[in-house]
């Protein structure tokens, strides 16, 4: 991550801090403060032990509790060298190495971020206590940090694929009323995929999930038939009489990939490098009477790809569209 990529990072995150909402990337960690040297050591540690080899990064200076509008705190840096260097010195042989690290101004106050890479997990921290237990392998788990089982340095130790980046582009959730008793309910997700490895990354739609939460509104919409394909764009139907390029017919058009680097089955995709991806999904509901009118919507997606535990999740917000009387949707506005 160059410096103008970790500033706008930065940036971002704290925009999300301060208006109250969440830092839905559990490879980002937000403090107020400097915290007791021992006990950041063993936060990084689980923090970077848990984060299959992938950057976390840490930023001080906001307060995630604080009131709304408020929570840039900012943080004094001139002792931030020495307070690093006495973290460090907790770890038992290597810790995280530090990629990047940056004073942020924002908000007339100073925000300080640092970039960990954890590919040379797993890391040891000493136990400051000493004893017959002299260290420990810390485990980050949700937002508790404890001490790593079995299972998890096995996760540490076997290779795993690195995920891909994934941002969206375009979206949408739509509902139509079906014959006055029913709701049919479709969403489509456009993203840009970004492996992170020359490695192909295979996704099976068994292996996939997407729910989707309206404001004001107490049901959880659960899809069916959630995939991950790659675009596609009309083609005249090779079987046409009429000969390639002139179509009379609704039948001599056919739906063919547009994408060089992923291709897709009814069972799986295979992603080979960048490029766009269309995730769908839809459900029923029983009949909706309630107006959606300004309300917003969110659409959540998990998958675990191929030869990884690690599980990928898109959080994408969506703004109220009305379309028609029977028919409305949300879509997702790019700032």
Not at 113 to 133: E, Q
Not at 252 to 267: G, L, Q
Not at 305 to 318: D, G, R, T
Request: glycine share 8%; hydrophobic share 35%; proline share 6%.
């Amino acid at each position: 991550m160059e410096s103008a990529e970790l500033e706008y990072k930065v940036r971002e995150i704290a925009i999300r801090i301060d208006a109250g909402q969440q830092v839905e990337d559990d490879r980002v960690e937000v403090k107020r403060a400097w915290i007791r040297t021992w006990k950041a050591a063993w936060r990084i540690g689980g923090h970077a032990n848990a984060a299959g080899a992938e950057p976390i990064l840490w930023v001080f200076g906001l307060d995630e509790q604080g009131e709304k509008g408020k929570r840039v705190v900012g943080i004094e840096t001139k002792d931030q060298a020495a307070w690093i260097s006495e973290v460090e010195s907790n770890f038992v042989g290597f810790p995280p190495h530090r990629l990047r690290e940056m004073a942020i101004i924002y908000q007339d106050k100073t925000l300080f971020a640092i970039l960990f890479g954890t590919d040379r997990a797993p890391y040891v921290v000493k136990n400051p206590k000493g004893g017959p237990v002299q260290y420990g392998v810390p485990w980050r788990d949700g937002t508790r940090v404890r001490t790593a089982r079995h299972e998890d340095l096995i996760e540490v130790l076997v290779p795993q694929l690195r995920l891909p980046d994934i941002d969206p582009v375009s979206g949408y959730l739509r509902f139509e009323r079906y014959k006055k008793e029913s709701c049919y309910w479709n969403f489509e997700l456009r993203v840009f995929i970004t492996p992170r490895s020359s490695k192909p990354i295979v996704v099976p739609f068994y292996r996939m999930e997407a729910k989707g939460v309206i404001s004001d509104y107490r049901r959880t919409l659960g899809f069916e038939d959630v995939a991950l394909k790659a675009p596609t764009k009309f083609a005249p139907g090779t079987g046409s009489p009429y000969g390639t390029g002139r179509v009379r017919s609704l039948m001599d058009v056919n739906y063919v990939p547009d994408s060089h680097t992923i291709e897709s089955t009814n069972a799986e995709a295979v992603i080979h490098g960048p490029g766009i991806a269309v995730i769908k999904g839809t459900c029923r509901t029983g009949e909706i009477r309630k107006n959606f009118s300004r309300t917003t919507a969110k659409i959540s997606v998990k998958f675990k790809p191929a030869e990884s535990n690690k599980v990928i999740e898109i959080k994408v917000p969506l703004k109220w569209n009305p379309a028609t009387e029977k028919t409305g949707e949300w879509n997702l506005f790019k700032d």
